[in-house]
């Protein structure tokens, strides 16, 4: 079934779509975007205060509720400041000025910021060191704790730190993005006061280790273990492909315990400034403007990965934003800083603390399986097993992976096999975020070693990915690979693999089409789905995209690919228009999107129109929603659920559909294209059609109708912004979706 090109409504059909219209642009209709982001960080924060989650993962939460909050300063209230300053900010389609969110942020932010404290001391820390792991501030050490903290400093700190002084013959250092650093006032012998700059080493762990004392609880922030040797970043505590292990009773852990790393310089400053007196030193960070600014238009693609890397080099010196304090900090210290980088005091965050959190996400390095999530054993598709003919699989019927329940690893099979294979001629590839050691990459490399013909688009504008792209398009370059850089003025966010085989009867295209990136690493913890598909028409459609992506190919509609910026964003309305009508003419209609946000005005005032019509509208809006629902005679029919919990859900489906039963008409399209305008208008996107029934069925009825009854991950959207978690209806059990996706191989292919 080839995907139908929708033809324009007819004079009576635009008079009932203009009458369903009017009113739909009022500010009051719309949630402010940048609070709807703080309330999806809100959520990921309550994750941290879930007991029902592992303690270590509750700590996982909570790093990465502040990762997301400094993310958002670098890149949202960045951007924000920065239409403040050019005096020609439009109001968002709230209503709100930029003058105004930047208010309302900071008075949603302060009391979020003042939760994740008290969870960390009051729920949190305690939890940890009643499981034995103790985060101790310095001023708690023992005697002989301390020795190991100073044999640490003397060894592996003082020989890398540099401190820098601030007078008229040192000028103000720069102080570079999200680094930690210490403001330290000294004195010299002739009573004069001096001000200088340690940065925190980010090559060292956050956390040193020092020896245990018996039963060394705090309630304050601190640090854990008996060794010296600090912690390294973890992976993910998942494992492919093996056996649960047989339970057996370990051992009691051996107690940890660790100080921050920043107390540590603090308490050794003496021997970085000799013969000086030290008053006291004071924690500081800076959020500087993130967001790359590349001029793009008179660049050519052969210019792109120079602008690239200029632009990474700017990032380091963006513009402040933000300088996070302790609150011990004096007023004249706060003052120079704030001089010296050219803020506010409006811009200072104070916290009562260690500052920069996300380091927390260390501790999950921790050998304590007990405080983790257990390990999710993916299953491996057998047609893609090793050894096995993916082709003759894929020629027989489409293959339909669920990520991370199906594991990754048949995917990458697919691409090595490919490369394996003397009967493949050519691959063709989009790569977005790929991550390190990437199989897929490996496999690519060792087609082009084997002959094959390899064409690669490295997106080198995948932000904070930047520099891991450039160095592996350098790599495909210099293996023979034709690699291109993206599309001037666009991203390409599309996920297409294309592999071309000569068989009896002639050239065959084999496409792997998904909803997620080409990335072993976050398809471990990221929900997603694949297509593995031999369809004549997408692999027509694959091979004409890639023309556009590699040449100048101006292909503008394709047989049953849905390709931004072209043509994404007039299909889907004409989709949900044929809904509403056929809904008014008497064939109940149904939407079910599921997307991570959901921001475009036009598509907002779309599902508008089709919640007047009368058409029961179900979203699952993972992170950022500006609908507004259960608004009377404009959204009484759209309900929207937020799923957060241990996976991301980062899928996104389109399901329309008229009738029911047999009398059902339906099209569901899986994609990598959020409803944003940047999705919509200023990236290169693909949705593509599940158009087996047998497949088409399981993802309506096992995965969105029943996403759409979770009681454990979901919570509901209130007219107001707000979000309230869903409860079982009284005598019912909880559900929790991801928990039955990871045991119940719900997509059996047909």
């Known amino acids: 079934m080839s995907a139908k090109r929708l033809a324009p409504t007819d004079p009576e059909s635009l008079q009932e779509q203009s009458r369903l219209d009017e009113g739909l642009e009022r500010p009051e209709l719309y949630i402010n975007r940048e609070l709807s982001q703080l309330e999806f960080n809100r959520r990921v924060l309550e994750e ?58 900071r008075q949603r932010v302060l009391p979020l910021f003042a939760e994740q404290r008290r969870a960390l001391k009051e729920a949190l820390l305690p939890a940890l060191c009643q499981a034995g792991i103790d985060l101790l501030n310095y001023a708690d050490l023992d005697e002989a704790q301390r020795i190991a903290a100073a044999a640490y400093f003397h060894r592996e700190v003082f020989p890398i730190i540099t401190p820098l002084a601030v007078d008229p013959g040192h000028p ?48 304050a922030p601190a640090s854990s273990a008996a060794a010296e040797e600090p912690v390294a970043a973890p992976p993910m505590s998942f494992a492919e492909g093996a056996s649960p292990p047989i339970p057996s009773t370990p051992p009691p852990p051996e107690r940890l315990a660790f100080v921050w790393l920043e107390q540590v310089v603090a308490a050794h400053l003496a021997t970085l400034f000799r013969g000086m007196e030290i008053v006291q030193a004071y924690p500081f960070r800076v959020l500087r403007d993130a967001d790359i600014e590349l001029d793009e238009d008179e660049t050519s693609e052969a210019d792109l990965l120079e602008v690239v890397q200029h632009g990474l080099l700017e990032r380091r ?75 003759a699989a894929i020629a027989q019927c489409d293959l339909l992976l669920h990520h991370p329940y199906d594991s990754f690893s048949s995917v990458a099979e697919f691409i090595r096999a490919a490369a394996r294979d003397p009967q493949v001629q050519a691959i063709k590839q989009t790569l977005y975020r790929v991550g390190s050691d990437s199989p897929v990459v490996h496999a690519l490399l060792e087609a082009i070693e084997r002959g094959k013909q390899v064409a690669v688009l490295v997106e080198l504008k995948a932000r904070f990915d930047e520099e891991n792209n450039i160095e592996w398009a350098r790599a495909l370059e210099e293996a023979g690979v034709h690699v291109t850089y993206g599309l001037v003025g666009l991203k390409t966010h599309a996920k297409v693999a294309l592999v071309v085989r000569r068989e009896r009867d002639g050239l065959h295209r084999y496409v792997h089409l998904g909803t997620g990136n080409y990335n072993a690493s976050t398809a471990r913890t990221y929900e997603d789905f694949c297509l593995l598909t031999s ?9 004409e995209l890639f023309n556009v992506l590699t040449g100048y190919s101006r292909q503008a509609d394709y047989r049953k690919l849905l390709v ?36 475009d005005p036009e598509i907002i005032r779309a599902l508008y129109r089709a919640s007047r019509a009368g058409v029961q509208v179900d979203l699952l809006v993972r992170g950022i929603c500006c609908l507004r629902p259960g608004v009377p005679g404009v959204s009484e029919h759209i309900r929207v659920l937020s799923l957060v919990g241990r996976f991301l859900e980062h899928s996104r489906i389109f399901y329309f559909a008229n009738g029911s039963g047999q009398r059902r008409e339906e099209e569901l399209y899986l994609g990598s294209a959020d409803l944003m305008p940047r999705n919509l208008d200023r990236r290169v996107e693909v949705l593509f059609p599940i158009e087996q029934p047998q497949l088409r069925a399981a993802l309506r009825e096992k995965v969105l109708e029943q996403l759409l009854r979770d009681t454990v991950n979901a919570r509901e959207l209130q007219p107001d912004g707000s979000y309230v978690r869903r409860r079982p209806a009284e005598g019912q059990a909880p559900l929790d979706m991801q928990l039955w996706f990871a045991t119940n191989p719900l997509l059996s292919n047909p």
């Not at 006032?185 to 004069?192: D, S, V």
């Not at 380091?359 to 405080?371: C, H, I, N, S, V």
């Open 48 to 105: 941290a205060e879930d007991a029902r989650h592992p303690l270590l993962e509750r700590l996982k939460f909570l790093a990465i509720f502040d990762a997301a909050i400094d993310d958002f300063f670098m890149l949202r209230v960045a951007g924000l400041k920065e239409q403040l300053a050019s005096k020609m900010a439009e109001s968002a389609p709230d209503g709100m000025a930029p003058g105004a969110q930047l208010a309302a942020i």
């Open 535 to 543: 369809d004549p028409d997408l692999g027509a459609d694959a091979s």
């Open 564 to 599: 931004a910026p072209l043509s994404l964003r007039r299909e889907l309305l004409a989709r949900i228009e044929r809904v509403i009508q056929r809904h008014r003419a008497g064939a109940p209609g149904r939407l079910i999107f599921k997307v991570n946000a959901l921001v």
């Open 172 to 219: 103000f250092p720069h102080i570079s993005n999200r680094s930690l650093n210490l403001a330290v006032i000294l004195r010299t012998p002739l009573g004069r006061e001096r001000f200088a700059r340690i940065k925190i080493p980010p090559t060292l762990p956050r956390f040193v280790r020092v020896p245990p004392a018996s039963a060394q609880c705090q309630d």
């Open 317 to 391: 010196f963006g513009a402040p934003v933000e300088l996070y304090v302790d609150t011990s900090m004096p007023e004249q210290a706060l003052e120079m800083l704030l001089e010296n980088l050219e803020l506010g005091k409006e811009d200072v965050m104070a916290f009562d603390g260690p500052l920069g959190l996300s380091d927390l996400m260390e501790l999950l390095r921790l050998e304590r399986p007990d405080l983790k999530d257990k390990p999710l054993v993916p299953r491996i598709a057998p047609e893609l097993a090793a050894g096995r003919d993916p082709f």
